[in-house]
Each structure stands twice: as C-alpha cells, then as structure tokens.
C-alpha cells in the first residue's frame, strides 16, 4: 500500500532514522508516533512495514515512494492563471500582453495564433516579427474571422473580396516584418452569418499553449477583464495544434490568398 496519507517528510525523516540505527527492534505502532500523530499515516505506515518485511526494506520504500512522488510532478503540465483587467493586489495570475509577448519571443520552431479578431496588430505581433527575421526556419501560422471589421467595407461580399480586403488591411496595419506568416479563415463565416470563427489561443513549438478569452488587440490584452490559462504540457499543445491541422487538411479552413506572394 502506498502510504498516501504520508507527507514526504515524514518518510524521508522515518527513512533518516531507520537507517541511522535511531529506531531499536521492530518498529511498533507506538514507535511510528514519533515521526506522525496522524492516525490515518500510522495505519498507512504499519501496512507498509508489512508489505516491506524489514527496517532496511522499509526505510528503502519510504524512499522509494518519495522519489514516484517527485517523478509524477515533474511530469504534470505546469498550469498558470493569465489575466487581463483589475485584480487584488497580490493575486497570483500572469499579464495577458506579457504573456504574449514572451510566448512569441521564445518561439523555436512554430507558432499557431488563433482569434476571432485582430487590432492592433502592428503593435503586438512586433517581437513575433522580429523572431521570424532572427529564425528563418520558424514557421507562423494565424487563423481568423475574416468578417470582423469587414461589416462597413464597401464592395462585394464573396470570399475572395473578403480575403482581398483582410490582405490590404493586415499589411497596412497589422504586419511590419519582412516575411509574412500563412494566415487561414473558415469560409463558412462569409457564406452563413451564424457562424463565427471565435477560438482563441497560442501554440509555441507544440509545446506549450495559452488559451485565452481575448482577442489579439490591445484593448484585450491590456484593459477589458479577460481570462486564459497557459498550460505547458507537450500532449496538450500536441492535441490543441493537431485540431487546426485536421481542418487545414481537410479543407474547412483555407489559406488567405493574397498573402503567399508577400512572403
């Protein structure tokens, strides 16, 4: 039996002594007292001893235990609150336009950014910019709602005047590096009003991924109340990219055309 009602100091601390020599003969319920009062870690470690046959087997297991424990931690995500907005002072969440930027300044070898809107572009994808021009072979792919911010644009309503109008407006305002990343919509949003393209996150070399309910734009990232999660687990960012490659693949988001020939 594992001894789960156990702290890892007290094993560690019952491990010391029995190999010390510190605990004389076997070691009784009465002994175990000295290291727990807990009675739920006495009966834990009364069944270990069993299960252990010896002190010197004992104090091995108590170890042992300690040592699964600190494996299993450093194997979960580590998870981080992010927050955008007011909050107590002393509260414990990370900056959403901090976040960000230093998402996009450690990336390797890819990026994925997903948001329903974009504003202010020019602004927050400066250091993801200046990563592409230091790292030639990273690749930066984005997905968004094409029809946000289109509604007052004259002319006509088809996918490609949608996707020549995006192209005019991410040059001019959102994009001021030398090479462009590939950028992907969902058709489905111009042809039905219903529909919207409202996923909103980062993936950074499939391996750690921030989830988020701001859009990229600045008034997001840096005033509205706005909440994520930035999870650095591989599986999970695995997982989370896997789900826009499957769409890219098969053919339910496409590429904005336009952009290609900037690059």
């Given at each position: 039996?594992?001894?789960?009602?156990?702290?890892?100091?007290?094993?560690?601390?019952?491990?010391?002594?029995?190999?010390?020599?510190?605990?004389r003969?076997?070691?009784?319920?009465?002994?175990?007292?000295?290291?727990?009062?807990?009675?739920?870690?006495?009966?834990?470690l009364?069944?270990?001893?069993?299960?252990?046959?010896?002190?010197?087997?004992?104090?091995?297991?108590?170890?042992?235990?300690?040592?699964?424990?600190?494996?299993?931690?450093?194997?979960?995500?580590r998870?981080?609150?992010?927050?955008?907005?007011?909050?107590?002072?002393?509260?414990?969440?990370?900056?959403?336009?901090?976040?960000?930027?230093?998402?996009?300044?450690?990336?390797?070898?890819?990026?994925?950014?997903?948001?329903?809107?974009?504003?202010?572009?020019?602004?927050?994808?400066?250091?993801?910019?200046?990563?592409?021009?230091?790292?030639?072979?990273?690749?930066?792919?984005m997905f968004?709602?094409?029809?946000?911010?289109?509604?007052?644009?004259?002319?006509?309503?088809?996918?490609?005047?949608?996707?020549?109008?995006?192209?005019?407006?991410?040059?001019?305002?959102?994009?001021?590096?030398?090479?462009?990343?590939?950028?992907?919509?969902?058709?489905?949003?111009?042809?039905?009003?219903?529909?919207?393209?409202?996923a909103?996150?980062?993936?950074?070399?499939?391996?750690?991924?921030?989830?988020?309910?701001?859009?990229?734009?600045?008034?997001?990232?840096?005033?509205?109340?706005?909440?994520?999660?930035?999870?650095?687990?591989?599986?999970?960012?695995?997982?989370?990219?896997?789900?826009?490659?499957?769409?890219?693949?098969?053919?339910?988001?496409?590429?904005?055309?336009?952009?290609?020939?900037?690059?």
């Open positions: 039996m594992e001894p789960l009602e156990v702290p890892s100091e007290t094993l560690l601390q019952l491990a010391d002594a029995l190999e010390a020599g510190h605990v003969g076997p070691l009784t319920k009465f002994g175990l007292r000295a290291f727990t009062t807990s009675a739920s870690a006495v009966r834990s009364e069944a270990l001893r069993q299960t252990a046959g010896s002190e010197a087997a004992l104090a091995a297991m108590c170890r042992l235990v300690v040592a699964e424990r600190a494996a299993t931690m450093a194997r979960a995500p998870v981080e609150l992010v927050w955008t907005g007011p909050e107590r002072a002393g509260a414990s969440s990370r900056d959403t336009k901090v976040v960000v930027a230093e998402l996009f300044a450690r990336a390797r070898r890819s990026v994925l950014v997903s948001s329903y809107s974009l504003s202010g572009g020019a602004t927050l994808f400066a250091p993801l910019a200046a990563r592409m021009a230091e790292i030639p072979a990273l690749r930066v792919r968004f709602d094409l029809t946000v911010g289109d509604d007052g644009m004259s002319g006509p309503r088809t996918r490609e005047a949608h996707e020549a109008r995006f192209v005019q407006r991410f040059r001019k305002w959102h994009w001021r590096g030398a090479r462009v990343p590939e950028v992907f919509h969902d058709p489905r949003t111009i042809d039905d009003d219903r529909i919207s393209f409202h909103k996150c980062i993936v950074i070399d499939e391996e750690i991924a921030f989830v988020t309910s701001a859009n990229t734009s600045v008034v997001a990232q840096q005033e509205n109340i706005e909440a994520g999660v930035l999870i650095e687990d591989r599986l999970f960012a695995l997982a989370l990219g896997k789900q826009f490659d499957d769409l890219v693949t098969a053919g339910l988001l496409v590429p904005v055309q336009g952009l290609a020939a900037l690059r």
